[in-house]
């Protein structure tokens, strides 16, 4: 990838003002759903907040079961799927924050045997989707958590892509996109960016809560 002046320039200035909008904001700490801090190194469940919309994310093949693996969802409300760690990506905390630029990595072998990270793709058809394989701190890979107020009184998350916020992205634009589960021909819901709301959920993956300050 050939590497200009200008972008580094675009890549600097958007850098500078992700980091003094977060740095000056009161960001929120995301929390999981037994009140703990998300924490950076821990692998959780993500799971659907709404009941009765299918079960928590994991890893697929596609039709032709080729690589790299989707993120789908389950369809079983009791099957919670795999377990994903989310790390920062430009601020090295203990936590994750709202709105804070982060990599998504699945917590499971890969039979694939390459990188387990998520990152949006353009598949055959065209249409965008969520795989494993991708790279920390590129756009295609580069994710934010914020809260989602779709039920008073019960505090969930909404994952988004927001591919300026990190690496060397030629673009201006500066938006995110929402990240959640679509249906192909039979049914099986696989994760992509989408207009429609998809409420999230994180469950500490090990037997016993991890407690944090």
Sequence with gaps: MKITLSSLLLNLFVFTTTFSHLSTAAVDVIYDSA?????KGVPYYILPLLRGTGGGLTLSGSI???CPLSVTQEPFELSYGVPFIITPILFDEEFIRESYPVSVNADIADPCQGSKIWKVTTGAATAKTVTIGG????PESCFQVVENKMMPGLQSYQIQH????????STTSRSCYNIGVVSDA???GFLAPTDV?????????FGTPIQSS
Excluded: A, D
């Design 197 to 205: 709301i998809f409420p999230v959920v994180f469950s500490n993956s």
């Design 162 to 169: 927001c591919p300026f916020k990190c690496g060397l992205n």
């Design 35 to 39: 009140g703990n801090k998300l924490l």
């Design 186 to 188: 039979v049914g099986k």
């Design 135 to 138: 790279v920390s701190n590129t």
């Design 64 to 66: 032709n079961n080729t």
